[in-house]
């Protein structure tokens, strides 16, 4: 079979698939892995959590920029593709690097274009995806496989070859997302697509994306998906102090993953019948009630469909959240207003996870209830922007 041929049975939604499903396989290995590397290479606990919060502090910084450079570029697809192969090619850098400063420069540097190119991701797949009548949420499912899959491979590579199997399998799958970047299609149409009705505000520059009934429902999920770091920060050491074992943890962690994946597969049947508000308030809610039950040491029986909220919690919310920004933004911003949300959603966090760690200290499992207000306050600013700008249908 020609090459002529094989291009043209992969559509760009297939191939747009192959690149998210290799998008989160190197963080779906640090995840599992880098900590016990980490630690055998003699770095300390205090190191270790400046290790990995440094390239979050730095993506602040940097995600809004590189969304407005991929704006003004002809096609996401370059930022994109630059982007992936940056984060490829210095990840080698771990293979001479032993102490806490090398590490940090490297891993730092690995990090940000990794992180800055999602955002970017996200945007031109919804904008196309829109366009053809497809369904951008299938798409982004595979990226959520693609990391479980890692993270039990993973897991399965360390026992047997030790903490040193880790930059090997780091390395590979940075390199094996550079490469199916190559692979990725030509995002924007060649000619200007008008998506909303004219009657309907759409923000076109950056400046629009301040007013508040427009930062309000997105810095709302910001909220509820900061709640979420404190889930993977503290969820496996709180279960354990409850008397959870340890054979069961995993699976619980691995559940929560399933049922993010399913919505995603779902999400078309949702985004057709409700508003992409409602939706982020219904996460919200569901999040508070979650983080509730949380607060009093459920039963591994009831963990269970705890877990299974997450498809609610995070998985619908984030959905919504990135349908929301793209009805009521134009292409001219596409990239930087999905960067300003991602932006938003790791200022939260960060508050999130030092706010969480002292209160652990002194409420311990109770800390979830700080959590589940927080998550509603979410809540409370989505109704907000409800109250000031009804949703797309209706102000059409």
């Known amino acids: 079979m020609s090459s002529t041929n094989q291009a043209g049975r992969l559509t760009p939604e297939l191939r747009t698939t192959g690149f998210y499903f290799t998008l989160f396989m190197a963080n779906g290995a640090a995840v599992i892995a880098l900590p016990l590397w980490l630690n055998a290479m003699g770095i300390s606990p205090g190191e270790i959590g400046v290790i990995n919060a440094v390239p979050m502090l730095l993506m602040l910084l940097v995600n809004i920029v590189v969304g407005r450079i991929a704006d003004r570029a002809k096609d996401w697809r370059s930022v994109i593709v630059i982007g992936s192969l940056v984060a490829g090619v210095i990840p080698v850098g771990l293979f001479f690097v032993n102490e806490f400063w090398g590490i940090l420069l490297v891993w730092t540097l690995a990090a940000l274009p990794n992180s800055a190119v999602n955002p970017v991701v996200d945007a031109a797949t919804m904008r196309m995806t829109r366009r053809r009548g497809t369904d951008y949420g299938t798409i982004r499912a595979w990226g959520t496989v693609g990391y479980m899959v890692i993270n039990a491979s993973t897991g399965f590579a360390i026992a047997a070859f030790g903490t040193a199997a880790f930059v090997p399998i780091f390395v590979a799958l940075s390199l094996l997302r550079a490469s199916t970047a190559l692979g990725l299609p030509q995002f ?94 219904l996460a919200a809610l569901v999040a508070a009630a979650r983080w509730v039950a949380m607060a009093f040491s459920p039963p591994i029986w009831l963990l269970i469909p705890l877990q299974l909220t997450h498809a609610v919690t995070f998985s619908l919310g984030f959905l919504a959240s990135v349908h929301f920004i793209t009805n009521w933004t134009s292409e001219d911003i596409a990239a930087e207003a999905q960067s300003y949300f991602v932006v938003l959603q790791q200022s939260m966090s960060v508050v999130a996870l030092i706010g969480f760690g002292w209160l652990v200290g002194l409420m311990g499992p109770h ?16 109704w907000l922007s409800l109250r000031m700008m009804a949703p797309k249908a209706q102000a059409a």
């Open 188 to 281: 924007r149409s060649p000619e200007p697509q008008a998506t909303l009705a004219e009657s309907v505000p759409v923000a076109g520059k950056a400046r629009e994306l301040l007013k508040p009934w427009f930062v309000l429902p997105i810095f709302g999920f910001a909220m509820v998906f900061g709640t979420h770091f404190i889930l993977n920060a503290f969820a496996a050491l709180l279960w354990m102090e409850q008397g959870i074992p340890e054979w069961v943890i995993g699976p619980l962690v691995a559940l929560g993953a399933f049922a993010e994946a399913s919505m995603m597969f779902a999400w078309k049947h949702f985004s057709t019948r409700f508003s992409a508000r409602h939706l982020i308030l």
């Open 367 to 382: 800390a979830y209830l700080v959590a589940a207000l927080f998550a509603l306050a979410g809540g409370g600013c989505v």
